[in-house]
C-alpha cells in the first residue's frame, strides 16, 4: 500500500531564505509523485510532479523538488522563499492500474510559515 | 479556461441531515474525483467517477454516494450527517481516466451542528 510521510508538520523560515519541505514515500510499484500547495480558504494547485525520466523537476513558483528513489524520497525546495509562498504543502504519490484509475494518496501536510 | 467550480462554498446542516455538493469540472474532462479534508485526518479520496460511472470509491461508509451527470458534472449526496462529516470537500478533475494531472476546486465546507 502507498503512503506518503511528511515529518515536518511546521516549518518557519525568513524571507529570502531557502527552504527545503521533506517528502518520504512507500509504494510498492512504481509511482508517480506530486506536490500540491493550498492558500488559505482555497483547493489546491498543483506545483509540479515526477512522472519519469529526469529527477531534477522544476515546478511553478520557483520550485523544484528531486525524486531519489534508493532514499525513497521527493523533497522540495525553493532557493529564496517569499511572505507569499505562506501556504500549506502537501506531497502526494499515485500508481496507475490497468483501468486508468489514479488515486493521490497525500501526507499530513506541512505549513510553511514565511517571517519578514 | 475556467477552473473546477465548486457550490455551495459553506454549507450548515445538523445532524441526521443530508447534504448535497456540486462539482463542474474544467471544460473537456470527464473525471472527477471527491476528497475530504477532515480537522487531523488530512486529506482522504472518497470517490471517482468517470464518463458518468463510479469507478472507484475510498473506505467510506455507503451515506456518502455521489453521481456524474451527461454533461460530467458530479454530486456528492452524504446522508445521515454525523459530527465527524465536518470537513472540507474537494473536487477535482482531470482530462481522461490515464490522466496524471489533478485540477482542484477551492472547495464546500460542510459544517455540522
Known amino acids: 500500500a502507498q503512503s506518503v510521510t511528511q515529518l515536518d508538520s511546521q516549518v518557519p523560515v525568513f524571507e529570502e531564505a531557502p527552504v527545503e519541505l521533506r517528502c518520504n514515500y512507500s509504494s510498492s510499484v512504481s509511482v508517480y509523485l506530486f506536490w500540491y500547495v493550498q492558500y488559505p480558504n482555497q483547493g489546491l494547485q498543483l506545483l509540479l510532479k515526477y512522472l519519469s525520466g529526469s529527477t531534477l523537476v522544476k515546478g511553478i513558483n520557483g520550485f523544484e523538488a528531486e525524486f531519489n528513489k534508493s532514499q525513497t524520497s521527493f523533497h522540495l525546495r525553493k532557493p529564496s522563499v517569499h511572505i507569499s509562498d505562506t501556504a500549506e504543502y502537501f506531497c502526494a504519490v499515485s500508481d496507475r492500474a490497468d483501468t486508468g484509475f489514479q488515486k493521490l494518496v497525500f501526507g499530513t501536510g506541512t505549513r510553511l510559515l514565511v517571517s519578514p | 479556461e475556467a477552473g473546477v467550480t465548486q457550490s455551495p462554498t459553506h454549507l450548515i446542516k445538523t445532524r441526521g441531515q443530508q447534504a448535497t455538493l456540486r462539482c463542474s469540472p474544467i471544460?473537456?474532462?470527464?473525471?472527477v474525483y471527491w476528497y475530504q479534508q477532515a480537522l487531523g485526518l488530512g486529506l482522504q479520496f472518497l470517490l471517482w467517477y468517470d464518463e458518468g460511472e463510479e469507478r472507484n470509491r475510498g473506505n467510506f461508509p455507503p451515506r456518502f454516494s455521489g453521481r456524474q451527470f451527461p454533461n460530467y458534472s458530479s454530486e456528492l449526496n452524504v446522508n445521515a450527517l454525523e459530527l465527524e462529516d465536518s470537513a472540507l470537500y474537494l473536487c477535482?478533475?482531470?482530462?481522461?481516466?490515464?490522466?496524471?494531472?489533478?485540477?482542484f476546486g477551492d472547495g464546500t465546507r460542510l459544517s455540522i451542528l
Open positions: 477535482a478533475s482531470s482530462s481522461n481516466r490515464y490522466s496524471l494531472a489533478q485540477h
Open positions: 471544460s473537456g474532462h470527464t473525471s
